[in-house]
């Protein structure tokens, strides 16, 4: 009975421990099929990731490109941009334009005008009248047509007393009229190109029924200036207005006076 029992328990020993080694296989087994399983997500997430890097290199090398392209067409503008500014301190500045060509203008016209007076002034067909009737001074005029508008304010603007267009008289007027009404103020436009205060003029008497008779040359005086300037058909007109002294001083008739 002893030997029976003990061989019983030797069994039962036996047993318990193969089921020990059994259990152990299979935690065994179930160890290495987790790290397999591991391995294959390392492997997994690093194909992933080697991927996700391709294309950041891909968009990188991209916008570089596009950097350099916008880089060079900013170098493009800033070579164009500083062609243009040499072109404009090359060409003569705007505001300096005007009073470089006012002087040519103002020496042009008015030397021209200075000369062309007295010869007016001393043409035969220029009637200076005397007589009844007669007003005591005669008016003497030069015609410009055509006459540019700027050109007239750079000889006119601001000289002499404006007749009109003005607040209290004819301010939509489109004629310009300018009153310079004795010699200083016209010898301070005309005097440095060599106009005199005195002309020669050819006198003629009024008679009777409208007869009119020839008395010969005499001196007259420059008294006043009228500028007007028509802004619609750019017509200008200067209005000398010449007067003679006395008879007896101013008319020579051959030699008698």
Same mark, same amino acid.
């Given at each position: 009975?002893?030997?029976?029992?003990?061989? %019983?328990?030797?069994?039962?020993?036996?047993?318990?421990?193969?089921?020990?080694?059994?259990?152990?296989?299979?935690?065994?087994?179930?160890?290495?099929?987790?790290? @397999?399983? @591991?391995?294959?997500?390392?492997?997994?997430?690093?194909?992933?990731?080697?991927?996700?890097?391709?294309?950041?290199?891909?968009?990188?090398k991209t916008?570089? /490109?596009? +950097?350099?392209?916008a880089k060079?067409?900013?170098?493009?503008?800033?070579? @164009?941009? $500083?062609? &243009? /500014?040499?072109?404009?301190?090359?060409?003569?500045?705007?505001?300096?334009?005007? /009073?470089k060509n =006012?002087?040519?203008?103002?020496?042009?016209?008015? *030397? *021209?005008?200075?000369?062309?007076?007295?010869? &007016?002034?001393?043409?035969?067909?220029? /009637?200076?009248?005397? =007589?009844?009737?007669?007003?005591?001074? $005669?008016?003497?005029?030069?015609?410009?047509?055509?006459?540019?508008?700027?050109?007239?304010?750079? +000889? !006119? $603007?601001?000289?002499?007393? &404006?007749?009109?267009?003005?607040?209290?008289?004819?301010?939509?007027?489109?004629?310009?009229?300018? %009153?310079?009404?004795?010699?200083?103020?016209?010898?301070?436009?005309?005097?440095?190109? =060599?106009?005199?205060?005195?002309? #020669?003029?050819?006198?003629?008497?009024?008679?009777?029924?409208?007869?009119?008779?020839? !008395?010969?040359? =005499?001196?007259?005086?420059? #008294?006043?200036?009228?500028?007007?300037?028509?802004?619609?058909?750019? %017509? +200008?007109?200067?209005?000398?207005?010449?007067?003679?002294?006395?008879?007896?001083?101013?008319?020579?008739?051959?030699? &008698?006076?």
């Amino acid at each position: 009975e002893y030997l029976e029992i003990h061989s %019983r328990k030797s069994n039962k020993k036996r047993r318990l421990n193969a089921d020990s080694e059994s259990e152990h296989d299979d935690d065994s087994d179930e160890y290495s099929s987790s790290e @397999e399983d @591991e391995s294959q997500d390392e492997n997994t997430n690093t194909s992933n990731s080697k991927k996700s890097v391709s294309a950041k290199d891909k968009q990188i090398k991209t916008l570089k /490109k596009e +950097l350099q392209t916008a880089k060079t067409k900013i170098k493009k503008l800033e070579t @164009e941009n $500083k062609k &243009l /500014k040499q072109q404009l301190k090359a060409k003569p500045s705007a505001k300096a334009t005007p /009073k470089k060509n =006012g002087d040519k203008i103002k020496k042009k016209y008015y *030397k *021209k005008w200075a000369a062309r007076l007295p010869k &007016l002034a001393n043409m035969k067909k220029t /009637k200076y009248m005397i =007589g009844q009737g007669v007003k005591p001074n $005669k008016e003497i005029i030069i015609k410009e047509e055509g006459f540019d508008a700027e050109e007239f304010e750079i +000889l !006119w $603007k601001d000289k002499g007393y &404006l007749v009109q267009p003005r607040p209290d008289n004819k301010p939509k007027s489109r004629v310009i009229i300018r %009153r310079f009404s004795d010699w200083e103020e016209i010898e301070e436009i005309f005097g440095e190109y =060599g106009l005199k205060e005195k002309l #020669t003029v050819h006198i003629y008497r009024k008679r009777n029924l409208a007869k009119t008779q020839y !008395w010969g040359t =005499g001196d007259a005086n420059i #008294t006043d200036l009228n500028v007007e300037y028509n802004k619609s058909s750019k %017509r +200008l007109q200067l209005k000398f207005i010449v007067e003679r002294e006395t008879m007896a001083t101013s008319i020579n008739l051959g030699g &008698l006076f």
